[in-house]
């Protein structure tokens, strides 16, 4: 068996490997194999296979690893669309309660109902939103913050 299709099996195993461990190493050192196994290919000796096997695993591990640990580290992306909305304030422009109501958030009106079925929330109120539900928006009312105590002289 040629040396070339030696390395090109090398490199469908320690492939498949990788699929099944997410380690990007096995990955890696697929690739040089199948660099290997290219050189053999193209009538290049073994010692030449197994410099460019080599060289084409360090140059990975030494240089892609850290690129692609890093990116798999990475905070996720920016929330966007309504999970952008969460956490949100809005501010009441028809008077809301466990059913209806409507807010003004993010520059857009929304309908809204307040997350406390008895509660009613009136008109000009700061609602925080919760959660959105298909297209309303679950909200509870933004409590005033208390006055702060200062001892008397």
């Known amino acids: 068996m ?3 299709l030696i390395w090109i099996i090398l490199a469908v195993a320690l492939g498949v490997a990788e ?3 997410l380690t990007f190493v096995l990955g890696l050192v697929a690739v ?3 660099v290997a196994g290219l050189l053999g290919a193209i009538g290049l000796p073994v010692v030449v296979q197994i410099i460019g096997f080599a060289a084409t ?3 990975g591990i030494i240089l892609v690893r850290p690129i692609m640990q890093r990116q798999m580290r990475r ?3 920016a929330r966007s669309g309504t999970a952008a909305l969460v956490g949100r304030s809005g501010v009441v422009i028809q008077e809301v309660d466990g059913d209806r109501g409507l807010i003004k958030l993010a520059g857009e009106e929304w309908s809204a109902r307040c997350i406390d079925e008895d509660l009613v929330i009136p008109i000009g109120a700061h609602v925080d939103v919760m959660e959105i539900d298909g297209a309303t928006a679950v909200v509870y009312p933004r409590e005033a913050l208390p006055e702060p105590h200062t001892p008397e002289s």
């Open 32 to 34: 040089a194999a199948l």
């Open 75 to 77: 905070e996720p992306d």
């Open 57 to 59: 695993s360090a140059a």
């Open 19 to 21: 699929a099944l461990t």
């Open 2 to 4: 040629p040396a070339w």
